[in-house]
């Protein structure tokens, strides 16, 4: 009979991805990120932002030197961190920047996708987006009812 003592979490042990969560937010708070109250994803220090998805995370900001500075802090802390390059598509979310510094976030995919589901491309009666803002949006009434599910 032997005993092991666990010196490492492993990847996909039942705790695993609160091990990681914690360690994660203990290194971004050693170098200077206060992790934000409404949402335990994102995480901030001066005009940096760095939000985390399971294993991996984005920075953005508007000073790629102050990024470039959080990724290398970072690494000192003996994080293994690869960049990816510029955020151009991010969890099926395209980032399209825009003038005067806007920024267009869509989702085309996942959109099609529910067009498809629920037959709309059939029907051909698709209206372009964004709708007016302000504006109540209603069921349109000749439509059938949906008795399907959605699987996106």
């Known amino acids: ?7 490492a979490n492993l990847y996909d042990s039942k705790q695993g991805g609160k091990v990681w969560a914690d360690y994660l ?9 206060v992790p934000s109250s409404f949402d335990e994803c994102a995480y901030y220090h001066g005009s940096v ?38 955020i ?15 920024l267009k976030l869509s989702q085309p995919h996942l959109i099609n996708q529910v067009i498809d589901e629920v037959g709309l491309h059939e029907k051909g009666d698709i209206r372009q987006t964004p709708a007016v803002s302000g504006q109540v949006l209603h069921r349109y009434i000749k439509a059938p009812k949906f008795k399907g599910n959605f699987h996106y």
């Not at 009979?1 to 010196?7: A, D």
């Not at 760095?50 to 970072?74: E, K, P, T």
């Not at 151009?88 to 806007?102: A, I, K, M, Q």
């Open 49 to 86: 932002i760095f939000y985390v998805y399971v294993d991996g995370g984005i920075f953005v900001g508007l000073d790629d030197d102050q990024i470039n500075q959080a990724i290398n802090d970072l690494k000192g802390l003996k994080f293994d961190i690869k960049k990816q390059g510029d």
């Open 88 to 102: 151009t598509d991010y969890l099926g979310v395209n980032f399209e920047w825009l003038d005067n510094d806007r």
């Open 1 to 7: 009979e032997h005993i092991l003592k666990l010196l």
């Open 25 to 33: 937010k203990k290194g971004l708070k050693e170098i200077g990120f």
